[in-house]
């Protein structure tokens, strides 16, 4: 050991130590920040840049402690000591910008610095002592100690302090650089304990500077202990169990950080979530800065788990929750909200690019096939993006982003779409019918309007279609298409899908009471598609109404049936042994539709009205419908075409033996009672002429309706 040092090369040193740590904070700011893709390059970057400055740290040291013995210097061994500082370096930068901090990552990479930084120190000494000294063992271990401590204290001061925005958040910086520097010189004050005099200095090897003793000590026992004191609190701060893991960015706003994840991803939950919202608009507030919210919605995953099982459709999640944490900057927060739907607040916002640019790695992170369980799966998603302070407060922020991913998903999905006037008014008259819809359900504003289907022969009543309207106070009779979208959003569809069916059931008990045979067709909407217990539930109501299966008929969307097609093969065999009939409605609008039609075990087809709508004019629309027809025939299934509208619509549908016409040419959609009242005048005119005339349809005076 040495029983002289240079105070002034040691002032020195402890003076560029402060100013790299500080110089430090801003690269980790810098990495926190980074895109993925930049992160690496800038992460070698840094810590060459870190581990340079460490160089020079450990240079002066030695000139201060060992300055009467330096020789020619080995270019060599200073290289392997520049190593070991870039070492030390990506150490400290790359655990620091983890996202999480468990306590064996830090004991471990505390090591790696600890281990590199006595490193540094021996491969200096080889360099610029040679061979003059050995290494002792025991002050060696008490020295790579005091390293590891110091970095075990760098890494939580830097990962703690990376996303501090508190009241003198530069000030406190300096103070935790010096105390990190201050660190490091009582490191080489440790690490010069190490080295004896094997030579012609064997006389100072035992030679011990009192004031040098006094100060190695003094300041290894303060370093000591705030080290302990702040790893103490960081944690007890953090996670009250600390084997547990540990985020810091959650944890810190969550009240029991053991219930702040979804079990599932292990992603932050909605509670998380919304905390760390307000923690994050109260930074925006204070700083006057700004935050991204971005809704993620997943196109088209529940066939996912109507097609491969629910632990497929959990496999894929947990896969796009880990794509998601990668493709998002270390600043940023990402939470599954419930389902397939997540959040993420994007902060450390410079311009909207930088958003932007964000967004759009989250969008091409599940454009890759996703290979579970030997199933190949291809998803997309949907993401409505809204800045704050900009669209509102915290409570509409959301109701923003929202509405922002409903329009990106109206204009195809696979993109994402922000919050601006556009959808502002949509999304405030979205709001408003959201309010009238909860009254409508309550006052029971909703009515069933049916339009009659006739036999193409003999004109006969073939039974009746139920459509939804709803009897708005000041608008007048409103069709789905005004309400059916914000029906599905804020989740009142299942409600009103059950009224129909149950308001259906009841029209055809009334209709038996009144003497009359009703069958009625049924829409499903996509919901009810998917529903595992909806056969049961149709039987229940059925049941409760003396409903007989033949008076039902259940028409499902060519559109729904396309996608979902193991989904629709399913439900198809429930409906078929519960004797309950099935209609492919809009058929035709697929190229497709006529190549699976044979396997599907379903009782009619609907013709789409673009196709009514042309047999009258263009021999190539009639002759598709006459080769539908003739197709349908052989499969015994009976075809309806819906939009008929003319006489000579009726009559070139005629000659292609289409079974059963509806449309406004008969009757437009009208109430119960005069639908009874239609059936009691065409069964009175033919009990009195044996025909049933289309008069008996027209004559009656047409229900006028608002849509």
Same mark, same amino acid.
């Not at 909605?270 to 919605?297: E, F, W």
């Not at 088209?300 to 880990?322: I, M, Q, R, S, Y």
């Not at 039987?539 to 033949?550: A, L």
């Given at each position: 050991? *040495?029983?002289?040092?240079?105070?002034?090369?040691?002032?020195?040193?402890?003076?560029? &130590?402060?100013?790299?740590?500080? $110089?430090? *904070?801003?690269?980790?700011?810098?990495?926190?920040?980074?895109?993925?893709?930049?992160?690496?390059?800038?992460?070698?970057?840094?810590?060459?840049?870190?581990?340079?400055?460490?160089?020079?740290?450990?240079?002066?040291?030695?000139?201060?402690?060992?300055?009467?013995?330096?020789? =020619?210097?080995?270019?060599?061994?200073?290289?392997?000591?520049?190593?070991?500082?870039?070492?030390?370096?990506?150490?400290?930068?790359?655990? $620091?910008?983890?996202?999480?901090?468990?306590?064996?990552?830090?004991?471990?990479?505390?090591?790696?610095?600890?281990?590199?930084?006595?490193?540094?120190?021996?491969?200096?000494?080889?360099?610029?002592?040679?061979?003059?000294?050995?290494?002792?063992?025991?002050?060696?271990?008490?020295?790579? $100690?005091?390293?590891?401590?110091?970095?075990?204290?760098?890494?939580?001061?830097?990962?703690?302090?990376?996303?501090?925005?508190?009241?003198?958040?530069?000030?406190?910086? !300096?103070?935790?650089?010096?105390?990190?520097?201050?660190?490091?010189?009582?490191?080489?004050?440790?690490?010069?304990? #190490?080295?004896?005099?094997?030579?012609?200095? &064997?006389?100072?090897?035992?030679?011990?500077?009192?004031?040098?003793?006094?100060?190695?000590?003094?300041?290894?026992?303060?370093? %000591?202990?705030?080290?302990?004191?702040?790893? %103490?609190?960081?944690?007890?701060?953090?996670?009250?169990?600390?084997?547990?893991?540990?985020?810091?960015?959650?944890?810190?706003?969550?009240?029991?950080?053991?219930?702040?994840?979804?079990?599932?991803?292990?992603?932050?939950?909605?509670?998380?979530?919304?905390?760390?919202?307000?923690?994050?608009?109260?930074?925006?507030?204070?700083?006057?800065?700004?935050?991204?919210?971005?809704?993620?919605?997943?196109?088209?995953?529940?066939?996912?788990?109507?097609?491969?099982?629910?632990?497929? &459709?959990?496999?894929?999640?947990?896969?796009?929750?880990?794509?998601?944490? /990668?493709?998002?900057?270390? #600043?940023?927060?990402?939470?599954?909200?419930?389902?397939?739907?997540?959040?993420?607040?994007?902060?450390?916002?410079?311009?909207?690019? /930088?958003?932007?640019?964000?967004?759009?790695?989250?969008?091409? !992170?599940?454009?890759?096939?996703?290979?579970?369980?030997?199933?190949?799966? +291809?998803?997309?998603?949907?993401?409505?993006?809204?800045?704050?302070?900009?669209?509102?407060?915290?409570?509409?922020?959301?109701? @923003?982003?929202?509405?922002?991913?409903?329009?990106?998903?109206?204009?195809?999905?696979?993109?994402?779409?922000?919050?601006?006037?556009?959808? =502002?008014?949509?999304?405030? +008259?979205?709001?408003?019918?959201?309010?009238?819809?909860?009254?409508?359900?309550?006052? =029971?504003?909703?009515?069933?309007?049916?339009?009659?289907?006739?036999?193409?022969?003999?004109?006969?009543?073939?039974?009746?279609?139920?459509?939804?309207?709803?009897?708005?106070?000041?608008?007048?009779?409103?069709?789905?298409?005004?309400?059916? +979208?914000?029906?599905?959003?804020?989740?009142?569809?299942?409600?009103?899908?059950?009224?129909?069916?149950?308001? !259906? #059931?009841?029209?055809?008990?009334?209709?038996?009471?009144?003497?009359?045979?009703?069958?009625?067709?049924?829409?499903? @909407?996509?919901?009810?598609?998917?529903?595992?217990?909806?056969?049961?539930?149709?039987?229940?109501?059925?049941?409760?109404?003396?409903?007989?299966?033949?008076?039902?008929?259940?028409?499902?969307?060519?559109?729904?049936?396309?996608?979902?097609?193991?989904?629709?093969?399913?439900?198809?065999?429930?409906?078929?042994?519960?004797?309950?009939?099935?209609?492919?409605?809009?058929?035709?609008?697929?190229?497709?539709?006529?190549?699976?039609?044979?396997?599907?075990?379903?009782?009619?087809?609907?013709?789409?009205?673009?196709?009514?709508?042309?047999?009258?004019?263009?021999?190539?629309?009639?002759?598709?419908?006459?080769?539908?027809?003739?197709?349908?025939?052989?499969?015994?299934?009976?075809?309806?075409?819906? &939009?008929?509208?003319?006489?000579?619509?009726?009559? !070139?549908?005629?000659?292609?033996?289409?079974?059963?016409?509806?449309?406004?040419?008969?009757?437009?959609?009208?109430?119960? +009672?005069?639908?009874?009242?239609?059936?009691?005048?065409?069964? $009175?005119?033919?009990?009195?002429?044996? =025909?049933?005339?289309?008069?008996?349809?027209?004559?009656?005076?047409?229900?006028?309706?608002?849509?």
């Amino acid at each position: 050991m *040495f029983s002289e040092f240079s105070s002034s090369i040691m002032l020195i040193s402890l003076m560029a &130590g402060a100013l790299a740590c500080f $110089a430090t *904070f801003g690269f980790v700011a810098s990495l926190y920040r980074a895109s993925p893709d930049k992160y690496s390059k800038l992460l070698i970057v840094y810590s060459l840049l870190v581990g340079l400055g460490l160089f020079a740290i450990h240079f002066m040291n030695m000139r201060a402690f060992n300055h009467s013995y330096m020789n =020619e210097l080995s270019y060599f061994y200073l290289l392997l000591a520049f190593g070991f500082a870039t070492s030390v370096g990506y150490s400290v930068l790359h655990t $620091a910008n983890k996202l999480t901090l468990p306590l064996y990552s830090l004991i471990l990479s505390g090591l790696q610095a600890g281990l590199s930084g006595y490193g540094i120190f021996i491969f200096f000494s080889k360099a610029m002592l040679e061979n003059q000294y050995e290494i002792l063992l025991l002050p060696s271990l008490l020295a790579i $100690a005091i390293a590891v401590g110091v970095g075990i204290l760098s890494i939580i001061t830097y990962y703690w302090l990376k996303s501090y925005d508190g009241a003198h958040r530069y000030s406190v910086r !300096a103070f935790f650089s010096i105390l990190i520097s201050i660190g490091i010189l009582s490191t080489h004050l440790a690490f010069n304990t #190490c080295l004896g005099s094997v030579n012609t200095y &064997g006389a100072d090897s035992n030679i011990l500077n009192s004031s040098f003793i006094t100060m190695l000590f003094a300041m290894v026992l303060i370093f %000591v202990f705030l080290t302990a004191f702040i790893v %103490v609190v960081f944690y007890d701060k953090l996670n009250p169990n600390i084997v547990k893991r540990i985020n810091f960015r959650n944890t810190t706003s969550v009240t029991n950080p053991l219930d702040s994840f979804d079990p599932l991803t292990k992603l932050p939950n909605r509670n998380a979530l919304n905390q760390h919202l307000k923690l994050a608009a109260k930074r925006c507030d204070r700083l006057g800065d700004s935050m991204a919210l971005a809704y993620i919605d997943l196109d088209h995953f529940k066939p996912v788990n109507d097609t491969f099982g629910h632990h497929v &459709g959990d496999l894929l999640l947990v896969e796009v929750a880990e794509r998601f944490n /990668s493709a998002i900057r270390n #600043c940023d927060y990402i939470a599954r909200a419930g389902g397939d739907e997540f959040v993420a607040i994007l902060g450390e916002i410079n311009a909207h690019e /930088s958003i932007v640019a964000v967004v759009q790695r989250i969008i091409d !992170a599940v454009k890759e096939p996703f290979f579970i369980e030997g199933h190949l799966i +291809e998803i997309s998603c949907s993401v409505g993006v809204a800045i704050y302070p900009r669209d509102g407060n915290l409570e509409k922020l959301k109701v @923003s982003a929202d509405a922002a991913m409903y329009k990106a998903k109206e204009n195809g999905r696979n993109q994402f779409r922000f919050y601006d006037a556009e959808i =502002e008014q949509a999304s405030d +008259e979205m709001q408003k019918i959201r309010k009238e819809l909860l009254d409508a359900i309550e006052k =029971e504003e909703f009515t069933l309007h049916f339009q009659p289907k006739i036999v193409s022969k003999t004109h006969a009543p073939a039974g009746a279609e139920a459509l939804l309207r709803w009897n708005h106070p000041s608008k007048g009779l409103l069709t789905p298409i005004y309400f059916i +979208e914000a029906a599905e959003r804020f989740g009142f569809i299942d409600r009103i899908n059950n009224w129909v069916l149950t308001e !259906a #059931c009841k029209t055809i008990n009334m209709a038996h009471s009144n003497g009359i045979q009703l069958s009625l067709s049924v829409n499903l @909407s996509r919901q009810q598609f998917r529903n595992a217990q909806l056969v049961d539930h149709i039987k229940s109501v059925m049941e409760v109404y003396q409903v007989p299966p033949q008076n039902l008929i259940f028409e499902i969307s060519e559109t729904h049936a396309i996608h979902n097609q193991n989904q629709f093969k399913k439900l198809l065999s429930k409906f078929k042994f519960a004797h309950l009939k099935v209609s492919i409605d809009d058929f035709g609008l697929h190229p497709f539709s006529l190549t699976y039609l044979q396997n599907l075990e379903v009782s009619e087809v609907k013709l789409d009205k673009s196709f009514t709508s042309g047999v009258a004019k263009y021999g190539s629309a009639l002759a598709i419908v006459d080769a539908v027809v003739k197709l349908a025939h052989a499969l015994n299934l009976t075809v309806v075409a819906e &939009g008929v509208e003319s006489e000579d619509q009726r009559l !070139a549908l005629l000659t292609t033996g289409c079974d059963q016409l509806q449309g406004y040419y008969f009757s437009k959609p009208v109430p119960a +009672e005069q639908l009874f009242a239609i059936y009691h005048k065409l069964n $009175a005119h033919y009990s009195h002429s044996g =025909e049933f005339s289309i008069s008996d349809y027209l004559d009656l005076e047409a229900y006028s309706e608002e849509v």
